[in-house]
């Protein structure tokens, strides 16, 4: 199965009980700087003079990345001290993730453990950090026969001194809310094609309403609603594999109160995930090579999935309505091909020149869909889009595009606090007139240059006018590529956060 989630606490006074068979001795945790200086104002006298000579004995200097232990086996009622070196102090927001990751590396084989931040730690690094720690603990492993290499922690204790410790728990529990989705979206995700089809997916969503009963309500389309909708561009996508296409419409009412059939979603916020659970490339068909990965083509709709289920857990008080487009895009005698034209929900006409530009047909009729239904303040769609964007942005910061500076700002300001980063790309008309068709309103691909951009243009064609939007294109950060190749989460501690933002307001 795949990994259970780090017990977590936080703490501003490390108390250590006897050690016992059932409650073994944590190890402690020092983080020490470049000058190897231990960071922090802790008072723990006994620990520190170990430290110190340990640093000394050792040769230590604390860059990044370094780590040594004092396992005290001359006696057993003596925890461990383990040193974590952070590098240079002004640099400790941008590698706080390294530091988690490096943290969790050094201490894993200990059953408990106690990170000794003191007063270095600021709120958002604190966020930062649990979720990067947590991220290095997951596992998916539940279709191998047995469970190597089975890690042996399974508590975390956060220590700082600073007197507001309310805060910290608050932002702890907000953390754990949101590692919860980002693991839902990475287990989704990583899921094998054969396994988790279109229906499987937006059966992922139903188990939602029954998990949250009183927050969420689920409905699931069919292929042939979204034939009476008009809804070709997602039918021309779903049309050549024998599984079904499915869309599911999530509603969570954390604003309006108890879901209900009488229940109305009030201003809700609209996020929509592309959820291609394999995509060939249709008869535009890729390259053989690396096309296992295309599982992971339904990143957005499983970050989605998971924004919803961390949202839930952290009862946020807003309405929220999300879309999942659910569909396999393959080869086959009924298969669209290019040249074919096809129609979206809206009445507009599609030229499809590559069949393999499918992410776009799916989300652009359940923008249309999410418009015809609700009013919502805002819609943000995520999607593993474009190549382009991967060569763009690489794998560090997700495409961003967005008709609207409110949203724009804050989703930047909730990517900044989460360091799930984005960049904003441009939307200029210019770059539109490379969708032109002879034959209908537009195609599907505007050619080699500026791919990501031309896609987004491709889906702000079905925005309507004063609709704030904004487009993520998670193409290089959903997922690492080979041969460990597994999902991120990504997106969903940004969405969460963004979420969380517009709640308070």
Request: negative net charge; hydrophobic residues 45%; contains cysteine.
């Amino acid at each position: 199965m795949p990994s259970a989630a780090l017990k977590l606490g936080v703490t501003n006074a490390l108390t250590l009980k006897k050690p016992s068979k059932n409650n073994p001795l944590p190890t402690i945790v020092l983080y020490v700087n470049d000058q190897a200086e231990i960071l922090g104002a802790l008072g723990e006298a006994e620990y520190l003079s170990r430290a110190e000579a340990l640093i000394d004995g050792a040769n230590f200097k604390g860059g990044l990345g370094e780590h040594v232990s004092d396992y005290a086996l001359h006696a057993k009622d003596l925890p461990a001290i383990t040193l974590i070196g952070v590098g240079k102090l002004d640099k400790l927001g941008a590698n706080i993730a390294k530091v988690a990751a490096n943290t969790y590396a050094a201490i894993k084989g200990a059953p408990k453990a106690a990170l000794l931040w003191g007063d270095v730690i600021c709120h958002k690094h604190f966020t930062q950090f649990v979720l990067a720690l947590q991220a290095a603990s997951y596992r998916f492993d539940h279709h191998k026969s047995s469970s190597a290499d089975v890690d042996a922690l399974k508590e975390v204790i956060l220590v700082n001194n600073r007197d507001e410790l309310a805060a910290y728990e608050t932002a702890l529990s907000f953390a754990i809310a949101t590692d919860k989705g980002i693991s839902a979206a990475r287990d989704v995700a990583n899921e094998a094609p054969n396994v988790l089809t279109p229906s499987e997916l937006a059966k992922k969503a139903k188990h939602l309403s029954k998990a949250y009963a009183n927050k969420i309500s689920v409905t699931v389309l069919g292929e042939k609603e979204m034939q009476k909708m008009g809804m070709g561009c997602f039918l021309a996508v779903s049309q050549g594999s024998d599984e079904e296409g499915k869309m599911a419409v999530i509603e969570y009412y954390g604003k309006t109160g108890k879901a209900s059939k009488k229940a109305r979603l009030s201003d809700p916020i609209a996020l929509v995930g592309k959820g291609l659970t394999f995509d060939s490339g249709g008869i535009s068909i890729k390259p053989s090579a690396g096309m296992e990965e295309m599982k992971f083509d339904m990143g957005g709709a499983a970050s989605i999935l998971g924004t919803i289920t961390a949202i839930a857990e952290a009862n946020l008080p807003i309405d929220v309505v999300a879309i999942l487009a659910c569909a396999e895009n393959m080869p086959s005698a009924r298969a669209t091909r290019p040249g074919d034209v096809v129609t979206a929900m809206n009445g507009m006409s599609v030229e499809v020149l590559n069949t393999d530009a499918e992410g776009r047909l799916v989300l652009c009729d359940a923008l249309c869909y999410v418009q015809e239904n609700y009013k919502p303040k805002a819609i943000i769609d995520t999607a593993t889009l474009t190549g382009a964007c991967v060569i763009a942005l690489g794998s560090v910061r997700s495409g961003l595009y967005s008709n609207d500076e409110d949203l724009l700002f804050a989703l930047e300001a909730a990517s900044e606090f989460t360091n799930d980063l984005v960049w904003h790309m441009p939307l200029d008309d210019g770059y539109d007139e490379q969708l032109k068709s002879k034959v209908a309103d537009m195609q599907n691909i505007g050619g080699r240059e500026a791919g990501s951009v031309t896609a987004a243009c491709f889906l702000k064609r079905f925005i309507k006018d004063n609709q704030a939007w904004a487009h993520l294109d998670i193409a290089g950060t959903a997922w690492k590529s080979g041969s460990t190749a597994s999902a991120t989460g990504r997106p969903v501690a940004l969405l969460t956060q963004y979420l969380r933002s517009q709640a308070d307001n």
